[in-house]
Nanobody
């Protein structure tokens, strides 16, 4: 079992920045990749970015060049640096960890971007 605890959400004006953190505990040695998804009201949950244990990363087209993802393997923590935030980035952001065929989720953190 893997437990995920997120932090760093909040309210920010358009053009501002936020950094999300997600700390994993439990069977962390089994984690292949970690990342972030988001879900806006009335919309499906979507991938924002993820990063493998080897450092390879994937980003949604809507956040490329604005968001970066990094991982501290020693701390079992993944970070999402969000710059140039837009109102359409408003959503609940969920941390995700993948271990084989198992997916683990954090409780979610609200990010609200005002115009």
């Amino acid at each position: 079992q893997v437990e995920l605890v997120e932090s760093g959400g909040g309210l920010v004006q358009a053009g501002g920045s936020l950094r999300l953190s997600c700390a994993a505990s439990g069977r962390t040695a089994s984690i292949n990749a970690m990342g972030w998804y988001r879900q806006a009201p009335g919309k499906q949950r979507e991938l924002v970015a993820d990063i493998t244990s080897g450092g390879g990363s994937t980003f949604a087209d809507s956040v490329k060049a604005r968001f970066t993802i990094s991982r501290d393997n020693a701390k079992n923590t993944v970070y999402l640096q969000m710059n140039s935030l837009k109102p359409e980035d408003t959503a609940v952001y969920y941390c995700n960890a993948r271990s084989g065929y198992n997916y683990y989720w954090g409780q979610g953190t609200q990010v609200t971007v005002s115009s």
